[in-house]
């Protein structure tokens, strides 16, 4: 009872039943990348988990895993952080500026953008130095995405700029 005279009763989903529920193919999800599903309210209850600490309190909102599952990149648009952190032992290796970061599946390089207008940047995933800035027709990147060798990168732009970056020069 709430207070209002009419009980409530607060059922948590399993996950995997809130993504069907959606419309996702639960199981092909997990037979395709790996997926596990785990409520992370039930902490302590199931798997073992890692904490990272993010220096200074920031606040990453995105993420991605090497194709290898060795290292973490962390981005953090409002502080405009890219963080990377070696999986095994939880360790801070670099940072480098930048709001938003895509990562090419080889592992090799990163698209970061920042928060404000300014051009993007490609940064060498393994030392987190630039490589080079690549200019933006627009300050409005709604994405952005490696080919699978890593050689090639198409940004998307507002109000539907395509620009296609070759990697290797």
């Given at each position: 009872?709430?207070?209002?005279?009419?009980a409530?009763?607060?059922?948590?989903?399993?996950l995997?039943?809130?993504?069907?529920?959606?419309?996702?193919?639960?199981?092909?999800l997990?037979?395709?990348?790996?997926v596990?599903?785990e409520?992370?309210r039930?902490?302590?209850l199931?798997?073992?988990?890692?904490?990272?600490t993010?220096?200074?309190?920031g606040?990453?909102?995105?993420?991605?895993?090497?194709?290898?599952?060795?290292y973490?990149?962390l981005?953090?648009?409002y502080d405009d952080?890219?963080?990377?952190?070696d999986?095994?032992?939880?360790?801070?290796l670099?940072?480098?500026?930048g709001?938003t970061?895509e990562?090419?599946?080889d592992g090799?390089?990163?698209?970061?953008?920042m928060?404000?207008?300014?051009?993007?940047?490609l940064i060498?995933?393994?030392?987190g130095?630039?490589?080079?800035?690549?200019?933006?027709?627009?300050?409005q990147?709604d994405?952005?995405?490696?080919?699978?060798?890593?050689?090639?990168l198409a940004?998307?732009?507002?109000?539907g700029?395509?620009?296609?970056?070759?990697?290797r020069?």
């Amino acid at each position: 009872d709430l207070g209002g005279g009419t009980a409530t009763t607060i059922v948590a989903l399993p996950l995997e039943d809130v993504v069907a529920a959606a419309g996702w193919d639960v199981r092909s999800l997990q037979a395709i990348a790996g997926v596990e599903f785990e409520n992370t309210r039930n902490l302590g209850l199931g798997a073992q988990y890692a904490r990272l600490t993010v220096p200074g309190g920031g606040s990453p909102d995105m993420g991605n895993v090497s194709a290898d599952g060795r290292y973490l990149w962390l981005a953090a648009r409002y502080d405009d952080v890219i963080y990377r952190f070696d999986t095994a032992s939880g360790e801070l290796l670099w940072t480098t500026s930048g709001a938003t970061a895509e990562i090419s599946p080889d592992g090799r390089w990163i698209f970061a953008t920042m928060a404000g207008p300014g051009p993007g940047y490609l940064i060498e995933a393994e030392s987190g130095r630039v490589r080079a800035e690549v200019p933006l027709l627009t300050a409005q990147v709604d994405g952005a995405v490696f080919s699978p060798d890593g050689d090639r990168l198409a940004i998307v732009e507002r109000p539907g700029f395509l620009t296609l970056r070759d990697t290797r020069d």
